[in-house]
């Protein structure tokens, strides 16, 4: 699996940018792909380039026709060999217009099959007004941003059933009863992509984001999926360690549209 990890990842980042009103999916030339989600946040839309031979200039000026078009941030992200090297993917046509490199780590748990969800914290999907309101405001939050990064995930939550967005429903620190925390998952085949997990800055150090981390994966394992992959920040690396998850040593290197 660890090959295709991040691959995997780009799979369910252009599933989500079908299903969502305003995102996209658009192949302009073998192993290269423009898609946008809606997310008005770079690492949500971008060119996708996975084969080391697939940029020339022509595929490159369209793909960034098309995105800039789009009017999103975006990145070119590379997958799969060559990717951290720098070597293949990105030619000299992409070098000029785009900002630094950022590699980020894959990480993958296989098989996914033995974590379970914890059973005293209520994750429940994404239904009502105030749950698609709430998940969107935490999920804000937490990168900061506003309540718009939220909304186009949820939409196609709405539109695609291998999409799942979740809330964790609680009282916060002041008795109110709200959303604490935030999960995301796309289904693809065996594989469960975990996304935007989230928690309430009133309701950190719960235990919250680990039980709906457990609630998206055990709802994909329900689902068929054998393995679990997903993208960790620095200050998530410890609970994906503590769940299983291992470096796939299959990184993705974005690179900012300038």
């Given amino acids: 699996m660890d090959a295709d990890a991040a691959a995997a990842l780009e799979r369910a980042m252009t599933t989500i940018a079908a299903a969502s009103p305003s995102g996209f999916v658009t192949e302009v030339a073998p192993g290269v792909t423009a898609y946008a989600t809606g997310v008005p946040m770079a690492r949500m839309n971008g060119i996708v380039l996975t084969r080391p031979d697939a940029l020339d200039e022509v595929a490159w000026r369209a793909a960034q026709t098309t995105l800039t078009a789009a009017g999103v941030p975006w990145t070119a992200q590379l997958v799969g060999p060559g990717a951290t090297t720098g070597t293949g993917s990105i030619g000299a046509a992409a070098e000029a217009g785009l900002g630094d490199r950022e590699p980020v780590v894959t990480w993958v748990l296989e098989p996914a099959t033995g974590v379970t969800a914890v059973a005293d914290v209520e994750v429940v999907p994404v239904v009502s007004t105030a749950d698609r309101e709430g998940f969107s405001r935490v999920l804000g939050a937490a990168f900061g941003s506003g309540p718009e990064i ?107 549209a300038r």
């Fill in 150 to 256: 939220g909304r186009p995930l949820v939409e196609a939550a709405e539109r695609d059933p291998r999409i799942r967005a979740v809330v964790v429903r609680g009282r916060r620190d002041d008795g109110v009863e709200d959303v604490l925390a935030t999960g995301y998952s796309v289904l693809e085949g065996p594989v469960v992509g975990v996304f935007a997990i989230a928690t309430a800055a009133q309701a950190r150090r719960r235990g919250l984001g680990e039980a709906v981390t457990r609630a998206v994966i055990a709802d994909g394992v329900a689902r068929g999926a054998t393995v679990a992959v997903l993208q960790a920040s620095a200050a998530g690396r410890p609970l994906y360690e503590r769940l299983g998850f291992r470096d796939a040593g299959d990184d993705i290197v974005y690179r900012r």
